[in-house]
C-alpha cells in the first residue's frame, strides 16, 4: 500500500510558476512510476507529465512540455511539478499516482495507476 499526499497548489496569476509535491507513505519500488495528472471542471482527468523511480525517465504531455518539470527526490520519497509560465488553462486539480508495473507507453494512461493522491487545486488568473 502507498498512500500519496499532494501539496503546494493555490491560486496565482497567469506567467508565474508554483511547485507542487507529492510525497509518498509505503514503498516505492525500483520499477513504479510516479504520475501527474489533472482534471479541469467539466473535464477529464489529464496526463501531465510522469517519472519512473529507478531510470529517472520522464515523459510530459504536450501542452506542458518545455514549461513543466518533472523530478524526484528517492531520499525524502517526494515527486515534485515545477510549473512555470502558467496559463488559466493550466487551472485545475493536480493529482499524483502510482504506477507499480509502468512502461514508457502505458504511463499516460491513469487506467494503469493503482494508487492515487487526494489532490490540490491550482487555479491560474488571467
Known amino acids: 500500500q502507498v498512500q500519496l499526499v499532494e501539496s503546494g497548489g493555490g491560486l496565482v496569476q497567469a506567467g508565474t510558476s508554483l511547485t507542487l509535491s507529492c510525497t509518498a507513505s509505503?514503498?516505492?519500488?525500483?520499477?513504479?512510476?510516479i504520475g501527474w495528472f489533472r482534471q479541469a471542471p467539466t473535464k477529464e482527468r489529464e496526463f501531465v507529465a510522469g517519472i519512473r523511480w529507478r531510470l529517472n525517465d520522464k515523459i510530459y504531455a504536450d501542452s506542458v512540455k518545455d514549461r513543466f518539470t518533472i523530478s524526484r527526490d528517492a531520499a525524502k520519497n517526494t515527486v515534485y511539478l515545477q510549473m512555470n509560465s502558467l496559463k488559466p488553462e493550466d487551472t485545475g486539480i493536480y493529482y499524483c499516482?502510482?504506477?507499480?508495473?509502468?512502461?514508457?507507453?502505458?504511463?499516460?494512461?491513469?487506467?494503469?495507476?493503482?494508487?492515487w493522491g487526494q489532490g490540490t487545486q491550482v487555479t491560474i488568473s488571467s
Open positions: 509505503g514503498t516505492i519500488y525500483a520499477n513504479d512510476a
Open positions: 499516482a502510482v504506477d507499480r508495473s509502468p512502461t514508457r507507453s502505458t504511463m499516460k494512461f491513469s487506467d494503469n495507476y493503482d494508487y
